[in-house]
């Protein structure tokens, strides 16, 4: 009954579409199976999150600086005067059920969703997936990471407490320090001097509600697009060539796991949201442009554009009737600037420093290509460097440093840190290529002691994954035989012995 | 296992239920089974937790619990499902090339370039005028997306709203007297009128009791009565510069460290900070209130192009 359902209903739609070819190959297209893959998974559903909760956080937010006076649950604010936007933000966090929730989840949820696309672009940097011909997927991913990480900042800004709006402020004077335009587009962005004209944060939530998102949403159709159309890569093994792809289908062992996922991955960021306190805006208080604390370090994947905020020296450049702030431009407008081209360009510069135009569909270990995965290493060094620069007061103060030390060590750090891991990373690299039987999974060795007293050493049995008792992969059977084995005599029936 | 590898084309005949293939991963697979089901029951009673937890308690906790419990059940039940109770396989897909024939190449570029050529050669005139049209349409639709947003600067960034004989007030609009702060106290004061606005915020230091006016060498007339009064945001990034240390006479700014030596007139001595805190020139008036002498003598805050 339900089977004719189902053929009926496709037929119908089939007619009109012409869907039934298309959406076959799509139920038998193969995943790999590799726990790296799951890594952009991640990504993908904690989207999902973000853009469940905040549609529900959407509903209560009010993007206006407009003064209220705040009379809500939360005693310690109650009758002063705040923003609409700082009023909403607690409000929804105390006033609305499960608003708590909801806003912590989102706010859970942007870092993991940065911090999946960072180690997934990491996987496929070092494995080098983004060679021909998935040059295209490498930018959208990046482009995806360049907005995801301006969406966050816009995110955090929008509850107009004492932290965000610091970064706010911050985000004028970077873009006042442009040279020649800077102040025209602070006043642009802002509708005049800081604070500016009462605009900002609805322009800012109108942007991180709308604009980017919908930018984001065509990108990730483009991204997984792209992935249908040129299949997955694959690490080598056996049975994997350069023009297959061996794994599990989509239908029904991969929609069962990922599915799964999405459910693992959605739970932990709730469990996150509840348990594990993330930006208490009703703590740091409502934003004013003359009240600051102690501690003012913005979200994880902004550390790296503060830390080198910190560590820049004073080079402010003054001649011929201007001011050239440097020490603004430079790391917070030509450092990031420089990181996002390289990696948007990456692809490029291996090919033509390779000369190799050829099609790869098998993964590189990381050390049969010891320059990139060195540069790689170097790249997440400095990245990793400039974050940690970002809490040098904090720093300073844990380990009861002089101020002074911890910066001088970290602008020592930012550059010498690198490059010895380029080198470091080089030479480890060739040595785990030279290194015999590496990357082969070994077989346990089982010593035994005999009945005089002899120790012997067995091999063990194999095991599932030593890649010696692996099937033959064979494409995936569209009609199988209902019928129990013992049953079943029609022709044509395909029997594997097993 | 046969010779000859898997056939990839083509139409197959039907597998049988007993096919490797098909047999699930799990060595017990009721065991699997049981385990699966467990944690999908597990998160069924989360969900309908969560639904007490919403209506009963209202706690964030609760509710996190609950949920998190039915999704992470129902989840690792349907993954433990398709892990270790679908079939394995493995399986395989050939992939195909996508370029297309170096034929199909050759007539897509000559659509283009000859076809098209052939328009464009014969129509200079209509090509170059389309041209010019839509280049001053995306010039001219820039003019409202950009330049609609906000005023131009102008001079407003010279610019605060401290004057001569301007009141020093605290955020509740209190007017500052001499006697307000100890030795050793700061306050953020505004000029009177414009109190809370971000560009005029100045940090009021007193650095001593004695009516020597205590300011750096050469305006040392800037201070009164051992107060000296400072720009309050930083130079560097416009961060109010809220950490005074008494001992040590610095300003420090919070956001990114840059310290300000208050003795010498808010030099900045570490940190990214490139200039001094612009000193407010400020004396006591005859009811024993301060005043601003002036105005700032230079742009406050952080640095711009078009500061000299």
């Not at chain 1, 560590?311 to 990181?339: D, K, R």
Request: proline share 7%.
């Amino acid at each position: 009954m339900i089977d004719e359902t189902i053929d009926g209903t496709l037929r119908w739609v089939d007619d009109r579409l012409g869907v039934a070819k298309g959406g076959r190959t799509f139920l038998d297209k193969i995943f790999p199976d590799h726990w790296s893959f799951m890594l952009g998974e991640i990504a993908l559903y904690s989207f999902v999150v973000l853009l469940a909760t905040g549609v529900f956080l959407s509903l209560y937010y009010i993007p206006s600086a407009h003064e209220v006076v705040y009379h809500g649950t939360y005693r310690p604010l109650d009758g002063q005067r705040v923003s609409e936007a700082y009023a909403s933000s607690v409000g929804l966090s105390f006033d609305v059920r499960s608003g708590l929730l909801m806003r912590q989840a989102h706010h859970w949820a942007a870092d993991i969703f940065l911090g999946s696309i960072a180690v997934h672009m990491a996987r496929v940097f070092f494995t080098g997936a983004f060679r021909k011909p998935r040059e295209f997927n490498w930018i959208v991913g990046v482009t995806m990471l360049i907005l995801g990480i301006v969406n966050g900042f816009l995110g955090y800004s929008l509850p107009d407490d004492l932290v965000s709006g610091t970064g706010i402020r911050i985000a004028y004077s970077i873009i006042e320090s442009i040279p020649l335009v800077g102040s025209y587009l602070a006043f642009f962005v802002f509708g005049g001097n800081y604070p500016g004209s009462g605009v900002i944060l609805a322009r800012f939530f109108i942007i991180h509600v709308l604009i980017v998102p919908l930018i984001l949403l065509g990108l990730l159709g483009a991204h997984l697009g792209l992935l249908v159309k040129q299949k997955h890569t694959q690490f080598p093994g056996k049975g994997k060539t350069e023009h297959n792809v061996v794994g599990s289908p989509m239908f029904p062992t991969f929609m069962a796991k990922t599915t799964g996922f999405l459910f693992i991955v959605t739970g932990v960021i709730f469990l996150l949201g509840g348990f594990a306190q993330i930006n208490p805006i009703w703590q740091f208080g409502q934003y004013e442009p003359y009240q600051i604390s102690y501690a003012v370090q913005p979200d994880w994947y902004m550390g790296w554009l503060d830390g080198a905020l910190r560590i820049m020296p004073s080079w402010e450049w003054v001649g011929w009737g201007h001011t050239i702030p440097l020490e603004v431009f430079l790391p917070a407008v030509i450092f990031p600037g420089l990181i996002f081209n390289i990696l948007l360009v990456w692809p490029f510069i291996e090919t033509r420093h390779t000369k190799d135009l050829a099609y790869h569909n098998l993964l590189d270990r990381p050390r049969d290509r010891p320059k990139r995965t060195a540069a790689g290493a170097a790249m997440l060094m400095l990245l990793g460097m400039t974050f940690f620069a970002s809490s040098t007061d904090v720093m300073a103060n844990f380990f009861q440093l002089p101020l002074k030390s911890v910066l001088w060590f970290f602008r020592f750090a930012v550059v010498l840190a690198p490059i010895i891991t380029y080198f470091l990373t080089y030479k480890i690299c060739l040595e785990m290529r030279a290194a015999e039987g590496i990357g082969k999974r070994k077989r346990a060795l089982i010593v035994e002691r005999s009945t005089t007293g002899e120790y012997v050493t067995v091999e063990s049995e194999p095991r599932p994954g030593d890649g010696s008792e692996e099937l033959e992969a064979i494409p995936v059977p569209t009609f199988i035989d209902l019928v129990p084995p013992e049953l079943a005599t029609g022709e044509g029936v395909r029997r594997v012995m097993r | 296992m046969s010779d000859e590898s898997p056939k990839l084309e083509g139409p197959l005949p039907p597998a049988a239920l007993d096919d490797p293939h098909l047999q699930p991963y799990a060595k017990h697979p009721e065991g699997a089974q049981l385990v699966a089901a467990v944690a999908m029951v597990v998160g069924f009673l989360g969900f309908i937790g969560f639904g007490v937890a919403y209506w009963v308690v209202a706690s964030t906790q609760w509710e996190a619990i609950t949920l998190g419990v039915g999704l992470l059940g129902l989840g690792f039940g349907v993954t433990a499902w398709g892990k270790y109770l679908m079939p394995q396989g493995p399986f395989v897909e050939e992939r195909h090339e996508f370029h297309s024939t170096e034929a199909e190449r050759e007539a897509m570029t000559a659509a283009i370039t000859q076809r098209g050529g052939m328009v464009v050669k014969r129509r200079r005139l209509l090509g170059g005028l389309f041209l010019a049209g839509s280049t001053a349409m995306g010039i001219v639709l820039l003019f409202p997306l950009l330049r609609s947003l906000g005023p131009k600067p102008g001079t407003t960034l010279f610019e605060t709203n401290w004057k001569k004989g301007s009141k020093l007030v605290t955020i509740d609009g209190r007017q500052v007297t001499v006697d307000d702060l100890e030795v050793g106290g700061v306050l953020t004061v505004f000029p009177q009128g414009y109190t809370g606005s971000s560009p005029d915020q100045v940090i009021l230091l007193r650095l001593s009791n004695q009516l020597q006016p205590l300011a750096p060498p050469g305006r040392t007339s800037w201070g009164v009565a051992g107060y000296v009064a400072y720009s309050k945001m930083c130079t560097h990034l416009g961060c109010p510069v809220g950490l005074y240390q008494e001992q040590t006479q610095q300003l420090v700014c919070p956001c990114h460290q840059s310290i300000f030596n208050v003795l010498a007139g808010a030099v900045p001595e570490f940190g990214p900070a490139p200039r001094p805190l612009p000193q407010l020139p400020i004396t006591v008036d005859s009811s024993g209130h301060l005043r601003a002498t002036g105005g700032f003598n230079q742009a406050v805050g952080p640095g711009f192009w078009e500061r000299p």
